[in-house]
Nanobody, 128 residues
């Protein structure tokens, strides 16, 4: 059974840092390109980072987080990370991970389908 369990979310002040984790099981983690997404209240879910497989040699970010967020992976632990720095109030959201078999992530054919609920995720709140 495929499982993706996010953790590490917290309440943090603007300018602060957090590291999110995504523990994966039920599939061969190193064969999957991985991603982080977020969804703020009343907004659509958005992609915030992707990383290639197996080595994670390439990562991509939208302009909204580029230079502040860094995605990484530990294949030995089947765990995906999101390092977030210089956090802003607009980063407040529930954060989720996802995966797609192959070297590069795409929503099409991903473990969690684009439509439908993705579970609880981990809440990040940036506020003073």
């Amino acid at each position: 059974q495929v499982q993706l369990v996010e953790s590490g979310g917290d309440l943090v002040q603007p300018g602060g840092s957090l590291r999110l984790s995504c523990a994966a099981s039920g599939f061969r983690f190193s064969d999957y390109a991985m991603s982080w997404h977020r969804q703020a209240p009343g907004k659509e879910r958005e992609l915030v980072a992707t990383i290639t497989s197996p080595s994670g040699s390439s990562a991509n970010y939208p302009d909204s987080v580029k230079g502040r967020f860094a995605i990484s992976r530990d294949n030995a632990k089947s765990t995906l990370y999101l390092h977030m720095n210089s956090l802003k109030p607009e980063d407040t959201a529930v954060y989720y991970c996802n995966g797609k078999r192959g070297t590069h992530y795409t929503d099409y054919g991903a473990l969690r389908p684009a439509s439908g609920p993705w579970g609880q995720g981990t809440q990040v709140t940036v506020s003073s």
